[in-house]
């Protein structure tokens, strides 16, 4: 008989510990690795995560650990969901302890700033292992309502289908149903712009606009990730997938967004300052948005949405200033 396949998740946020308890409800043994030993306490002992997700009770096989080596021991599958600008630095540390097969998985929605690599390009670059062992697993995924267990599906990608296979039965429970897909580019590029996106429809919200612009906003930003996606050599058909339109949807029309409502206080007139004070958990658009800029621009592509956000959340631009700019571009065909 086989063993039940082994994780460790790196990241005792509401994400980590939400998808921790799908791979527990399809058959892995978990080691949730977090660095505040109070979660981690709290998770073997009373089977809860307090901080992150109040309420809601852990599977018997997940338990925690503040010990990196602990986590990794015997692990098929490494899970990262850690902020994005802190991927490299705490990679640096696991890599000596990660198994000669352990896949590597990342969960994060970003691009690193000052490289804009997409997140399993740092994994690469800071593991030294070959793109077959490191897959990404996006869409539509609002942590809160799969820790309740209410249905959700996802895109497990990798460039090689098999370990996609491996990773999609590791993780598919009655609630939550992941789809293979070997476009990786794709996949992180739809999951990194459509915090940017969310933010962008989160102000828009907090101004007030309607659901006129909430929709053109999302419609838009989708065509102007779907152009950074080609100019990467993206599979288009990945936009209108889970990792594209689903996440955008989800991300643009959820409360449960910490991006859309990151942006829905800056558009209510809140500065930057006072938005990242009431705000305990990462928006990663906020961050991400400088260095998906910088990947359009490295690669041509025009994105005036996030040229926009990037106006908005960093350079001081009233959201009002920024609207009229978008408004007043020069008039063009829609497919272009």
């Known amino acids: 008989m086989t063993h039940p396949a082994k994780a460790a998740v790196f990241g005792t946020g509401s994400w980590g510990t939400a998808f921790g308890m799908v791979l527990a409800d399809a058959g892995c043994e978990v080691t949730l690795w977090g660095r505040r030993?109070?979660?981690?306490?709290?998770?073997?002992?009373?089977?809860?995560?307090?901080?992150?997700?109040?309420?809601?009770?852990?599977?018997?096989?997940?338990?925690?650990?503040?010990?990196?080596v602990e986590a990794l021991d015997g692990a098929d599958f490494a899970v990262l969901v850690v902020?994005?600008?802190?991927?490299?630095?705490?990679?640096?540390?696991?890599?000596?302890?990660?198994?000669?097969?352990?896949?590597?998985?990342?969960?994060?929605?970003?691009?690193?700033?000052?490289?804009?690599?997409?997140?399993?390009?740092?994994?690469?670059?800071?593991?030294?292992?070959?793109?077959?062992?490191?897959?990404?697993?996006?869409?539509?995924?609002?942590?809160?309502?799969?820790?309740?267990?209410?249905?959700?599906?996802?895109?497990?990608?990798?460039?090689?289908?098999?370990?996609?296979?491996?990773?999609?039965?590791?993780?598919?429970?009655?609630?939550?149903?992941?789809?293979?897909?070997?476009?990786?580019?794709?996949?992180?590029?739809?999951?990194?712009?459509?915090?940017?996106?969310?933010?962008?429809?989160?102000i828009a919200d907090g101004m007030g606009?309607?659901?006129?612009?909430?929709?053109?906003?999302?419609?838009?930003?989708?065509?102007?990730?779907?152009?950074?996606?080609?100019?990467?050599?993206?599979?288009?058909?990945?936009?209108?997938?889970?990792?594209?339109?689903?996440?955008?949807?989800?991300?643009?029309?959820?409360?449960?967004s910490r991006n859309h409502t990151f942006g829905t206080n800056l558009g209510r007139g809140m500065t930057l300052q006072e938005t990242i004070a009431v705000t305990k958990q990462t928006a990663e658009g906020v961050k991400s948005c400088e260095s998906v800029l910088d990947l359009a621009r490295r690669h041509g592509v025009d994105m005036p949405i996030t040229e926009t956000v990037v106006g908005i959340v960093h350079e001081g631009k009233p959201p009002m200033v920024a609207l009229g700019e978008l408004m007043s571009r020069s008039a063009k065909p829609e497919r272009r």
């Not at 306490?41 to 990196?68: C, F, H, K, M, Q």
């Not at 352990?102 to 793109?131: F, H, N, P, Q, Y």
């Not at 999302?218 to 050599?233: F, K, P, Q, W, Y």
């Open 209 to 256: 606009l309607g659901d006129n612009a909430k929709g053109s906003l999302i419609t838009r930003g989708l065509a102007e990730t779907t152009r950074l996606g080609l100019a990467m050599g993206a599979d288009p058909l990945t936009f209108s997938g889970l990792a594209g339109l689903g996440d955008l949807v989800a991300t643009c029309s959820s409360p449960l």
């Open 83 to 202: 902020p994005s600008q802190t991927l490299r630095a705490n990679l640096a540390e696991w890599t000596p302890h990660l198994g000669s097969d352990t896949v590597l998985v990342s969960m994060m929605k970003g691009v690193e700033l000052g490289t804009a690599k997409r997140m399993s390009e740092v994994i690469e670059d800071v593991t030294k292992v070959s793109a077959d062992r490191v897959a990404v697993i996006t869409g539509p995924n609002l942590a809160k309502e799969i820790a309740e267990r209410r249905p959700a599906a996802a895109v497990v990608a990798c460039q090689d289908e098999s370990v996609a296979q491996r990773l999609q039965s590791a993780c598919h429970t009655s609630y939550f149903r992941p789809y293979t897909n070997t476009d990786v580019v794709g996949c992180e590029l739809g999951g990194a712009v459509k915090n940017v996106i969310g933010l962008a429809v989160g």
């Open 37 to 68: 030993a109070e979660i981690a306490e709290a998770v073997n002992t009373t089977r809860t995560n307090p901080d992150y997700l109040p309420g809601i009770e852990l599977p018997a096989s997940v338990r925690a650990t503040t010990d990196a």
